[in-house]
Structures are given as C-alpha cells and as structure tokens.
C-alpha cells in the first residue's frame, strides 16, 4: 500500500528555516516524480517543487530559497525551506507521481505557519 | 508559464443535476490535464488524468474531456458526497500550474 507522511511543520518566525521531510512506504521515491504542493488557508494549491531522478525544479515563489532533495536509504523526500516569508504560510503535502500520471497519491499534508 | 483559467469559481447545484466545470489553457497542453476533489479539510484526490482517464476507484459519474487548451469535467447525477471543490492541473510543462477551483454548494 502506497503511503506518504509529511512531517516537520511548526509555528517559525519570517526569515527562519525548516525542513519538512515526507516519508515513503508500498514504493521506491527515487523511480518517482515526488512533488511538494502547498495551500495557503483558505486558498488553492500551488505547485512548489518536484525531484525525479537527478533532476529537480521550483516554482518562481520559491526559487532559491527552497532545496528539494531525497535519500535513497530512508525513502523519504525532504524540503528544505529557507528565508521563510509569511506568505509561505500554508499546508505542505508531498504527492508520488509517474510521467503521465501526476499526484495520484498524497499524503496528509503538514502546516508551516510563518509568523512574528 | 501556462494559466489555466477554471470556471465557474463557484456554482449551486442539486442532487441529480448534471454539472460541468471548464478549465482554459493560456497554451496547448495535448491532454496532460488532471482533475482533483477536495473537501474541507481533507487531502486532493486525482478524479482524471490525461484528460479523460477515470481513476480507479472513482465513480463512473464522473468524466472528463477536451485537449489543446479546452477541458470539461462532467458529473453526469451529482450526488451528496460530490459537494465539494474540483481543481484541473496541467501537467505538459513545468511549473506545474493549478486552475483557482470550483466550489459546488447545494443550491
């Protein structure tokens, strides 16, 4: 069974850093496109950030301030947040995705608050 | 970047209505279109990708269709548990890009 846990989220204050780490059961995240999508409370979902094979990409939002990276060993997929602004305020989820097929599973989501 | 545009934002629907939800690309996107349910509080759950395969799992009352930079979801007998918000995703090119959503409210 496919399985993803976000976790790492916290109240921190503008300027700080987080990591959020999403841990994998039921596949392998590295023959995977593992994404990071946000939501800021009540508002859509956004893309952030996505890590397949040695490649990885951002959304302009986060660019240089956010560092997707994976280890093999642990299955997890991690998210390193940066310079944290308060409109990064949002629930992160990681989602599992393949070419073609994008965010079929996801997992529950962890809250970054962003605030003084 | 591509933009999609999702209309309506919101809509006010009964049970046993059939309902459509359009999504626009600023670009052709071929078919790399996903349509997602959320509830309130809950996690997105994939309904159609590749613009018009069902999920497995989903109800056939469900459905999608279009390509280039036109997409439709169906639901052809809206039922009580469908009230909820319906997001497209293109998935042709990075970023990722999200349309802003419909909200299906009981009329």
């Known amino acids: 069974e496919v399985q993803l846990v976000e976790t790492g989220g916290v109240l921190i204050q503008p300027g700080g850093s987080l990591r959020l780490s999403c841990a994998a059961s039921?596949?392998?995240?590295?023959?995977?496109?593992m994404t990071w999508v946000r939501q800021a409370p009540g508002k859509g979902l956004e893309w952030v950030s996505v890590?397949?094979?040695?490649?990885?990409d951002y959304a302009e939002s986060v660019k240089g301030r956010f560092t997707i990276s994976r280890d093999n060993s642990k299955n997890t997929v991690y998210l390193q947040m940066n310079s944290l602004r308060a409109d990064d305020t949002a629930v992160y989820y990681c989602?599992?995705?393949?070419?073609?097929?994008?965010?079929?599973?996801w997992g529950q989501g962890t809250l970054v608050t962003v605030s003084s | 970047d591509i933009q999609m545009t999702q209309s309506p934002s919101v809509m006010s629907a009964s049970v046993g209505d059939r309902v459509t939800i359009t999504c626009r690309a600023s670009?052709?996107?071929?078919?790399?279109l996903a349509w997602f349910q959320q509830k309130p509080g809950k996690v997105p759950k994939r309904l159609i990708y590749?613009?018009?395969s069902l999920q497995s799992g989903v109800p056939s009352r469900f459905s999608g269709s279009g390509s280039g930079t036109e997409f439709t979801l169906t639901i052809s007998s809206l039922q009580p548990e469908d009230f909820a918000t319906y997001f497209c995703?293109?998935?042709?090119?990075?970023?990722?890009?999200f349309g802003g959503g419909t909200k299906v409210e009981i009329k």
């Open positions: 989602a599992r995705g393949r070419s073609g097929s994008p965010l079929e599973y």
């Open positions: 039921g596949f392998t995240v590295s023959a995977n496109f």
């Open positions: 890590i397949y094979g040695g490649d990885t």
């Open positions: 670009q052709g996107i071929s078919n790399y």
């Open positions: 590749a613009a018009s």
């Open positions: 995703l293109q998935h042709n090119s990075y970023p990722l890009t």
